[in-house]
């Protein structure tokens, strides 16, 4: 079973931001970076057990010139996950499913921004959380623990960026994401609504 980190280095995401800077030429550049949090509602592919609305975390940085910037997004959704307990499959049965929902995503998207309003499409690779048991005997586990993987991702997310200062701006934004899932986990939709205060450059 492969397994990617949600917490990828943010040194990482900048070296991977620097490497996309050709698509926006060679003129004059200006950026931005960002940490802020939301609301995500997450949901697993056909399942109706797995899904809930928990707390998301956003790192960004931006990078371009004029109206076009090349963004570099991660992300966290499903903050809060539930313990996987041994209890949880007896004697073949399982007796509860414990909300699992933890999605991470790291990103590099074009964002076209006029008047304040933007639209970002993007692209990049995806962490899922799920509950693993140990069950020795095929009948009755005797641990339960959170184990991830990786898979590919794809978002697009629209906002309006307020003034606040000469270099300070505050994006509320409405992103859809999709994770494909890998071996163990299904697809993963999340709705989210984030507040991001940034800071220009």
Excluded: C, K
Aim: cysteine-free.
């Amino acid at each position: 079973m492969s397994s990617i980190v949600v917490g990828i280095p943010l040194r990482s995401a900048f070296l991977a931001l620097m490497l996309a800077l050709p698509i926006v030429g060679a003129h004059a550049q200006h950026g931005f970076v960002g940490l802020g949090t939301g609301l995500s509602r997450i949901s697993a592919q056909g399942s109706t057990l797995e899904r809930a609305t928990r707390p998301s975390l956003v790192a960004r940085a931006g990078l371009g010139s004029g109206p076009v910037q090349v963004v570099l997004d991660w992300q966290t959704h499903g903050l809060g996950d539930e313990q996987p307990f041994a209890s949880d499959y007896q004697g073949g049965v399982t007796t509860r499913v414990p909300q699992v929902l933890r999605t991470g995503f790291l990103l590099l998207g074009l964002q076209l921004e006029a008047r304040g309003f933007y639209l970002r499409p993007s692209l990049g690779v995806s962490s899922q959380s799920f509950a693993v048991y140990l069950v020795p005997n095929g009948i009755d586990a005797v641990a339960g623990e959170i184990s991830s993987e990786g898979g590919l991702a794809a978002a697009l997310s629209a906002g309006y960026r307020f003034r606040l200062a000469d270099r300070l701006s505050l994006a509320l934004e409405l992103s859809a994401l999709h994770s494909s899932g890998e071996d163990s986990s299904l697809p993963r939709s999340v709705l989210a609504l984030q507040l991001i205060p940034l800071l220009d450059f």
